[in-house]
């Protein structure tokens, strides 16, 4: 099969994600990695999960926080699918790496629009994965599969890395503001007030399935960054001397972030410098709302939580 042209890198297949992998979209232009974008809808206005291509969006976006709007999102369709990959597969094989079926339906959707698309091109491949992955550390996955697809690892070869790590793809997250979380009923008025009153900070992560769960609570922010800290030396590949991606997010809280980062590169010299910062884009902010701090790292098999 000929390679895939993108942007005079020639590649051995085509490499997509969704736009909740919550890193810059010129960031995985630059990669040479297709993106499907997600909305959200607003007054009857349906806006795109943006990625930073316009400077003003997301401030847009959580103005209409504050104003207490509550953004409505929904799943990428079969047909948003097909358009999507059959573009792609006029120009190569694909991979795409789904969003994690823990937090939305649209894998099933790309599954189906693949079933049917494979069936149409039976000269071509197109294999589509469920990441169990969110946020950041769904970029974190992509971006270390772009990193192997440009070694010339095979499409096969990328596949199989990809489903041996993707749950070693660790999310630790804590939230200073329950607002949102109280909006969207993921917890009651009663416990968010609590909270606030108290300055708890629920400690998270993403479980073996990809869905978050919230396993600890903490009062203030410097313990919830001690004991999120606390977690990636316990699970973080190599230990303290880890030195492989690691990606921190953050929505409408940089103080917070860099107090994260601090912490991380002082208990792991190695990460000094290379610790990627990035916002949590619309998608995931319509859930979990200003004040969430998240890094992403690969460390051991992630635990089943119930």
Same mark, same amino acid.
């Given at each position: !099969?000929?390679?895939? !042209? &993108?942007?005079?890198m020639e590649q051995k297949f085509i490499l997509s994600c969704c736009s909740t992998v919550d890193l810059p979209y010129a960031y995985m232009k630059q990669r040479g990695v297709p993106v499907l974008f997600y909305t959200y809808v607003v007054d009857g206005v349906e806006y795109d999960d943006d990625m930073g291509r316009d400077?003003?969006?997301?401030?847009?976006?959580?103005? %209409? #926080?504050r104003e207490g709007k509550l953004p409505q999102t929904s799943q990428i369709n079969v047909a948003a699918y097909t358009d %999507?990959? &059959?573009?792609? @597969?006029? $120009?190569?094989?694909?991979?795409?790496?789904a969003f994690t079926s823990g937090q939305s339906g649209s894998v099933h959707n790309a599954f189906q629009a693949a079933e049917e698309l494979c069936k149409k091109y039976p000269n071509?491949? +197109? &294999?589509? #994965? *469920? =990441?169990l992955c969110s946020s950041s550390g769904y970029? +974190?996955?992509?971006?270390?599969?772009? *990193?192997?697809?440009?070694?010339?690892?095979?499409?096969e070869e990328v596949v199989q890395w990809v489903l041996d790590n993707r749950n $070693?793809?660790?999310?630790?997250?804590?939230? =200073?503001? !329950?607002?949102?979380?109280?909006r969207t009923g993921r917890v009651s008025g009663a416990a968010a007030m609590v909270a606030t009153v108290l300055n708890i900070c629920p400690i998270m992560r993403l479980d073996s399935k990809g869905a978050i769960k919230a396993y600890d609570k903490v009062r203030?922010?410097? $313990?919830?960054? &001690?004991?999120?800290?606390?977690? !990636?030396?316990?699970?973080?590949?190599?230990? +303290?001397?880890?030195?492989? $991606?690691?990606? #921190?997010?953050?929505?409408?809280?940089?103080?917070?972030?860099?107090m994260l980062i601090t912490a991380i590169e002082?208990?792991?010299?190695? @990460?000094?410098?290379?610790?990627?910062?990035? *916002?949590?884009?619309?998608?995931?902010? =319509?859930?979990?709302g200003p004040g969430t701090v998240a890094v992403f790292f690969m460390g051991d098999e992630r635990p089943e939580m119930d």
């Open positions: !099969m000929a390679d895939y !042209m &993108e942007d005079g400077p003003a969006a997301l401030p847009r976006f959580y103005q %209409f #926080i %999507f990959f &059959e573009e792609l @597969l006029q $120009k190569g094989d694909v991979l795409h790496i071509r491949r +197109l &294999e589509v #994965i *469920d =990441s970029g +974190l996955l992509v971006d270390s599969a772009a *990193d192997l697809r440009d070694a010339g690892k095979s499409l $070693k793809v660790h999310h630790q997250f804590f939230s =200073s503001d !329950m607002t949102q979380f109280r203030g922010k410097k $313990k919830a960054v &001690e004991t999120t800290v606390a977690a !990636m030396v316990q699970h973080a590949q190599d230990g +303290l001397a880890y030195h492989e $991606k690691c990606f #921190i997010c953050h929505s409408q809280c940089p103080d917070d972030a860099q002082k208990r792991f010299p190695q @990460l000094k410098g290379m610790i990627r910062l990035c *916002d949590i884009g619309t998608i995931i902010g =319509s859930h979990a």
